[in-house]
């Protein structure tokens, strides 16, 4: 069974419409002999005559007028299919996002987030998905729109947008030891650190940097999320060490201070399949976390 040419279809409605080939030519801006063989290719495919002479002109055939009431509806939806996206209207979007990021992010730029997304579509909600979701989530179908964190391991065709750079700083409660004097390596290393790993990792890059200069942080508990490590290091003598940005808001009151090794700075990113690449909406989205993460 071969596959039906669709574009007749289109020359069918107009064809019908105007009762005339030499009319139904203009219209379609074809010659009148290319019309002519249109016509012949629809009467093939149909099995029906469709247009008759009479005297001087053509009438429809029964099969054509029921034709006439079916085809105009048909064509009408695939031109609206292929039209471009209407603009967006902001003020009755009606949508429910889906970003998964850590527990960091939510609470230094959720807030700020959901004031610019309501300011412009108060109809939109946000879900914010914890990254513990990662085995049953995914972009590829769409359980997600957006990921934000460290761009790792992802499928070839996932897009990737960088939103801002990040460093590590170290965090204590107000009045510690560390919040006096200079902090070097020998004093960093000689505390009582928290560390966090969703792994459960006792080491990192920060023990690397240590190891490289003869020295060995004591790491006496670990977390799953940075808030907690900073509330226990604001009611203990523990360290903890954070992303400076993703925790401004959260270490309000406590001592923060530069790490006295070198550590790789880190990138945020925001990630997205490309089947919402042009979507208005998505695109909407993605621009006011970007504006967001930029604002600080």
């Known amino acids: 069974m071969t596959t039906p040419d669709l574009n007749l279809l289109f020359a069918l409605d107009v064809l019908l419409a105007?009762?005339?080939?030499?009319?139904?030519?203009?219209?379609?801006?074809?010659?009148?002999?290319?019309?002519?063989?249109?016509?012949?290719?629809?009467?093939?495919?149909?099995?029906d005559p469709l247009?008759?002479?009479?005297?001087?002109?053509?009438?429809?055939t029964p099969r054509a007028e029921e034709l006439r009431r079916q085809v105009g509806p048909v064509v009408q939806d695939a031109e609206a299919l292929l039209r471009p996206a209407e603009l967006l209207d902001l003020s009755t979007l009606d949508r429910v996002f889906t970003l998964r990021t850590n527990e960091g992010?939510?609470?230094?730029f959720g807030p700020r987030l959901v004031a610019r997304i309501g300011a412009e579509a108060p109809e939109v909600r946000l879900r914010f998905a914890p990254k513990s979701d990662k085995d049953v989530m995914s972009l590829r179908d769409a359980a997600i729109d957006l990921e934000i964190g460290v761009a790792g391991e992802t499928g070839p065709e996932v897009?990737?947008?960088?939103?801002?750079?990040?460093?590590?700083?170290?965090?204590?409660?107000?009045?510690?030891?560390?919040?006096?004097?200079?902090?070097?390596?020998?004093?960093?290393?000689?505390?009582?650190?928290?560390?966090?790993?969703?792994?459960?990792?006792?080491?990192?890059?920060?023990?690397e940097a240590l190891g490289g200069l003869g020295l060995q942080r004591m790491v006496v508990c670990m977390v799953s999320g940075f808030s907690a490590a900073l509330a226990m290091a604001r009611a203990s003598?523990?360290?903890?060490?954070?992303?400076?940005?993703?925790?401004?808001?959260?270490?309000?009151?406590?001592?923060?201070?530069?790490?006295?090794?070198?550590?790789?700075?880190?990138?945020?990113?925001?990630?997205?399949?490309?089947?919402?690449?042009?979507?208005?909406?998505?695109?909407?989205?993605?621009e006011c976390v970007r504006e967001v993460c930029a604002s600080r």
């Open 159 to 207: 897009r990737i947008q960088a939103l801002f750079r990040d460093r590590f700083i170290g965090a204590v409660r107000a009045g510690h030891p560390l919040s006096k004097g200079t902090v070097t390596p020998e004093r960093y290393a000689a505390g009582r650190h928290i560390s966090v790993s969703r792994r459960g990792r006792e080491k990192g890059p920060i023990d």
């Open 51 to 60: 247009l008759v002479r009479a005297g001087r002109g053509l009438v429809a």
């Open 105 to 108: 992010f939510v609470e230094e």
């Open 237 to 286: 003598e523990l360290i903890a060490s954070v992303p400076e940005r993703h925790t401004a808001g959260a270490r309000a009151g406590m001592y923060s201070f530069r790490l006295p090794v070198t550590t790789v700075e880190v990138t945020i990113s925001m990630l997205w399949h490309p089947r919402l690449d042009a979507d208005p909406a998505q695109r909407w989205l993605r």
């Open 18 to 47: 105007e009762g005339s080939v030499a009319r139904a030519a203009r219209r379609l801006r074809l010659s009148p002999s290319a019309m002519s063989r249109t016509l012949a290719r629809l009467r093939e495919a149909t099995g």
